[in-house]
């Protein structure tokens, strides 16, 4: 017993040591403020610190790495909620219901809220990881690429048939971001598909590009056309900040459930941190009663994908440590910072003694990087919530010269804007006929994995890997995953024509 505690507390004392606490804050302050600008946070600003990171004494180096990498998706809630600009990957599905309470008034609850599950998930996920690590190991040998390609497809079905009424037109439109995820060179043959001649489409489409016009571009051009601000409301709802967080507590039961799914999805390499808001968001919507109010502004929209998502870092943090896999573009850079530190990632992270105590420093880094941006991005929220007020003629400009810029990093090509402009008239046009526009964004994230997969998949085991017992039982779950809908409808519909 004291092999496992002794490791555990020299990792503790060292995090707590007053330089490299200073460190921890540090990355924690950077991680949040790279985490609000939108294109600024996740892999490019480490990979802006990296060369000064890599002179820092390891001990210092890692609090501050981890206090980077923690706070991503807590800090980019802010413009998922205020203005429908996903901040980052983690926050793509916080935008359904967080924007529309911003709507109402109810921004302060709504960020409130988020901040907090963000760190009970992570803490939560931290502690889910570290006591089912032995029964995760035997798992993860399971999923092999078959299982994991019909899970992406079992996430675009799940989102797509949950779409607000309209199950089957959220099914074609996460078909659409699939058919958008393979445009570009195909890296197997070399076939530019979709391409029509354009060299700009041989390397894809960026996905910031597909979330700001989406969501962000076709929100501004409404709120143009209104003339007003993003609320009508004279003033925030008093109290929202306290009864965000008590919302947190008020639906614990919804945020363990939330955070077990996101340490999963964390802890299975490929599937990337954009697929755990939406899985948590879809079981949410699914499990939750009254969840046809999901996407008109309901609390739980909220909770369950930020609960997931904080809790996926600490899901993924283990792979990368003790198998040499990210599930990331942020954390492959942190395992080449970590192997320049002289960290070696493997078995050895989690059997060595004093690799081991490196492993417990990086966990409470974790911890207390979860805690410290909660506290920091709780003070932020009064100021940052007058956004809401400010009027359309200052507001839009604002947002619009983000997103061109954001759009623009994606490859320093005007194309980008071209490609922006164009999408963000296709997201305008889904919003204003009723058209889902969230299973484009997922169906978007999960196709190149689902491509991929498929590719692996059929390469390996030819078509006998449609009769593995875990591809079968996932199949069955899809099936019933597309069904259901159109049985509730036609039960609904039944007992109306039977009530009076």
Known sequence: MFEVFEPALTGLISILELRSFIFLCAGVVLGTVGAILPGIGGPA?????????????????????????????????FTSVLVSVPGGAGSQATVLDGFPMAKKGQAGRALSAAFMVS??????????????????????????????????LW????????SAGAPLKGLATGILGVLLAVVGMDQKTGVSRF????????????????????????????????RGSVTDVQELEPGGIMEGIRDSFRHWWLVLRCSAIGAWIGFLPGLGSEA???????????TEKDGHLFGTGDVRGVIAPEASNNAKEGGALIPTLAFGVPGSASLALLMVAFVILGVRPGPEMLTNPEQLAVTWSIVWSLIFSQILATALCLGLIKPTARVCFVPFFYLVPVVLALAFISSFAANYEFADLLMLVSLGVLGFFMKENGWPRAPVLLGFVLGRRMEMFLWASTARYGMEWLLRPGVILLLLLLALTVVHPFILKRRRARQAKLEP
């Open 45 to 77: 600003q480490l990979a802006i610190v990296l060369p000064f990171v890599i002179l820092m004494k390891r001990v210092d180096a890692i609090p501050f790495l981890i206090g980077m990498v923690a706070v991503g998706n807590t800090g980019n809630t």
């Open 276 to 286: 755990a808001g939406w899985f948590a968001y879809a079981h949410a919507k699914q």
């Open 155 to 162: 996430g675009v079905a799940m989102i797509g048939t949950l």
């Open 195 to 226: 391409g029509f001649g354009w060299e700009y489409l041989w390397g894809g489409i960026s996905l910031a590009i597909i979330s700001l016009s989406i969501f962000g571009i076709p929100e501004m051009i409404a709120l143009a056309s209104r």
């Open 119 to 152: 760190m009970i998930g992570g803490l939560i996920g931290a502690v889910i990881l570290v006591l089912s690590l032995p029964i995760l190991q035997f798992l993860i040998k399971l999923m092999g690429s078959p299982e994991l390609f019909v899970l992406t």
